[in-house]
């Protein structure tokens, strides 16, 4: 039987360019950029290693889902002490569903890293979810759990991952403050701009103003992000207030 | 709200057993014996924190599952290049079988150490890898990652995991030698013996002879198992000669 065999490429220019903008998306160097290029590979470039094996980004999906799960386990073992197991479960389901990690692969804009034989209109939501778990099993790879744990603070817990709202307590942050405006008489200003800067996915930014001076801002990927972000801020800002209105 | 609080305890002769069979089992060093201690309680005990947090082996349970599944991930990336996600997956869901994983603390008799206020004989077959799951999150929250490691290849991967067995293509490798002996016309002999010694859960050794030659060795909680161990070894030994006969 004959292999194709396809050793993943590497060119000095594009491995530059990619090591780059890979370590603003890790927060820390790579080390072996081998299981980085080979998490972005669609099943369609049929690379192959020496022996046959087929070198695409499936394999390191499965292992970064599995990291994923446990980096997430741990950090809700430690934040939620009152939380028996079956919350524990729920809430670690509501963090890694797919929905979920397809809206932070597609954040990261991870896509534009694939390489692939058919056209990426064609690849459904799920491969930026899938590709971002891929990551993880690459940066597994790489440098080990500590760097896994690392990068999915950064880019998982940090940023989405907000405990009152998972449990369904709290929808919205800008609709508590709002309403907490209303009750009091004061006068606010969500101030939303195009903030994409050097950013290769479109930004959005957004002041909010309380009487006419600023008291919290946010940035994001969407107007209604930003806006939550910045709420959400000026709600732990003016906690004793607010919580007093409920 | 008034909450019964009551702290594991803790008794210093006590503890030092506990100490010296919990590092016989880990394979090395506890450092902080109060985690561990947890993955023993059972609910029933009705243990709580100074916050009203129940103290049980629980949520230890759903940290440790998490943490085995990251290992056995891990563990078949690299030894079986060739598997896809779908196979990685599958055997995965075999080694940490809900049938297994009671096999593996029945092994160590892990009940032992299990406080309860319900009689042991009422807990069911699974309480043994519950907690043997929980021992793991006690292991990871006590001395991190590489730890948990260590032990799941000590205790899960090293004498458990045989890859032909879980694929299904070697069922038994008793069977497959004895098939070979009968071929070639050898004499050969399982000899077995209680060989219990100093463990707490009953042992037995098997020596296997081969024309009247001791060719390999195995020790185990079931004849079946010990005698399964030697014909492997066997097998390994003589590998060449027995697939020629396949």
């Known amino acids: 039987m004959r292999f194709i065999r396809k050793i993943i490429p590497s060119h000095p220019k594009e491995d530059a360019t990619f090591y780059r903008e890979l370590k603003t998306i890790l927060g820390f160097s790579p080390v072996d950029l081998t299981y980085y290029k080979k998490a972005f590979v669609h099943r369609s470039v049929k690379y192959v290693d020496a022996k046959g094996n087929p070198q695409n980004y499936e394999r390191l999906e499965f292992l970064g889902d599995a990291m994923l799960g446990a980096v997430i386990a741990s950090y ?39 390489s692939s ?47 009152p709202k998972l449990e369904g307590k709290i929808t919205s942050y800008k609709s508590l403050f709002i309403e907490w405006c209303q009750k009091e008489k004061k006068d606010f200003l969500f101030d939303i701009y195009d903030d994409t800067g050097n950013d290769t996915v479109r930004h959005f930014s957004v002041k909010l103003s309380l009487e006419g001076k600023i008291i919290a801002k946010g940035r994001a990927t969407s107007k209604k992000k930003a806006e939550e972000i910045a709420a959400k801020r000026a709600y732990y800002a003016f906690q004793k207030e607010i919580s007093q209105n409920q």
Chains 1, 2 share one sequence.
């Open 117 to 163: 034989n058919v056209a990426k209109s064609k690849f459904g939501e799920n491969i930026n979810g899938n590709i971002f778990e891929a990551l993880i099993g690459a940066i597994y790879l790489d440098r080990g759990y500590l760097f896994c744990k690392k990068f999915i603070r950064k880019r998982v817990i940090k940023p989405y991952v907000d405990i």
């Open 76 to 114: 809700l073992f430690k934040k939620v002490p009152s939380g028996n197991e079956g919350y524990l479960t729920q809430m670690r389901s509501k963090i890694v569903s797919r929905e979920h990690l397809n809206e932070l692969g597609r954040d990261l804009n991870l896509i534009k890293f694939v």
